[in-house]
């Protein structure tokens, strides 16, 4: 019998489905993971209950890949519950790490998600206009749903974190070499980024078509050029994350022909990876004349979406004004 | 009106050679203007990163302003044209969050303009005081714990 190997726990919050999906693409080497570890909770795949963590005791659990923001109070609870039971946390993937495509939520509440969400999409059929509320009268009984915050939270904004595995999804060899790590007690310091600390452009093989002096007179959106695929996209005038975000995935999106879009987030040098973006771009546009700047300004459709697509939650001002927003 | 006894937090960087020195000379020669600008010596305005205006407003700045030499008088030649890409990008996405432009302001103020810049400081804060206080609250102190 085999007895104590290190217990894992994967719990999901506000998530794409992604996460579970490149835990699952480890392909052989799942078993691998299987054969050295118990997993001991993981939703998505086994029937574990709530109750049975409850049951465990506190730190019992070698570690837990939690993946996914926090926007309901019933993550919260939940990603709560496992710290206290788990010797080590991991923000599994861009949401967890950064709010990731959720955290664009932060441009919007509550209030403004639901009417969009329940009631004017074209596609909504709601005649009642009938909302989610957090407690319902059934036949006398009461019914509760979590309660949806007006923001979203990255995973350490709700819990201490101990580290970082980056990307939308987390690439295999980042996710296996992690797992050994961590079983072979071989860790960085806490708090650490588990992939090199620098930009996507050091890694990337268009780099060296960049120009001496790289500028751009417009900037265009990926569909509207016949791609270059050999030549850096910004040289194209396209906007590409790759000198503002952090390396480590192989360059997936690159080698797909599109621009990197930065869901590594950035380096441990950058605070905020939109405003360090934002910087670069700015600094690369090709004129110094205030009218000829503006119209150039002007083609960059959605700079705050496109800087913060993934890292909203995790930037400076976490998200939109309140008061802005009706 | 509760606005009135609003007194507006202002944030300035000013470039060493010519802004912070304009801003001295205004000092020196007795001028008087408002008081709400808390002035940040900064060696170019090239030298402000679009983070540390994003820190000042979080932080409770109610407006944020760079000043820097004028256009072909920057003592690092091309600073100042950096800062004024950086900021026409900046302003247009501040107002994605709720920012007004009005808020984040660009000068170029000369080491002889004590004048100008008395103005400037005295014109931002009315126009700070009409908008009101930014309230920027980072997600904090809603209903998450209710
Ligand atoms: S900007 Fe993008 S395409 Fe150009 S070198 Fe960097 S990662 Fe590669
Ligand atoms: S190229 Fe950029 S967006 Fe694509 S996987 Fe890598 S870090 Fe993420
Ligand atoms: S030194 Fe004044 S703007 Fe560069």
Redesign the interface.
Known sequence: MSTEKPKVAFYWCASCGGCEEAVIDLAEDILKVVEAVDIVFWPVALDFKKKDVEAMKDGSIAVSFINGAVRL?EQ?EMVKLLRQKSGLVVAFGSCSHLGGIPGLG??WNKETIFRRAYLTTPSTDNPDGTVPLEKTEVDGKELTLP?F???V?TLDQVIDVDYYLPGCAPPPDLIMNALQAILEGKLPPKGAVLSPNKSLCDDCKRNESKPEKLTIKEIKRPWEVELDPEKCFLAQGVICMGPATRTGCGERCIEANMPCRGCFGPTDQ???Q???F??S???I?DT?D?KE??KI?DT?V????T?YRFSL?S???????????K | MANEAFEPKLVGFLCNWCSYTGADLAGTARMTYAPNIRIIRVMCSGRVDPQFVLKAFIEGADGVLISGCHPGDCHYQEGNYNALRRHRLLSKMLEQFGIERERFRLEWVSAAEGVKFQQICDEFTEQIKKLGPLNLNGGKDEHREA
Do not use: C, H, Q, W
Not at chain 1, 302 to 305: E, L
Not at chain 1, 315 to 322: Q, Y
């Open positions: 109070s919260e932060n441009f309660r915050y007006d923001t939270y950058v605070i905020d939109g405003a360090k934002l910087s771009l700015a600094s546009l110094d205030e700047i503006e300004v960059i959605d700079p705050a979406g800087f939650p930037s400076i001002f976490r998200r939109r004004r309140m008061e802005d927003i």
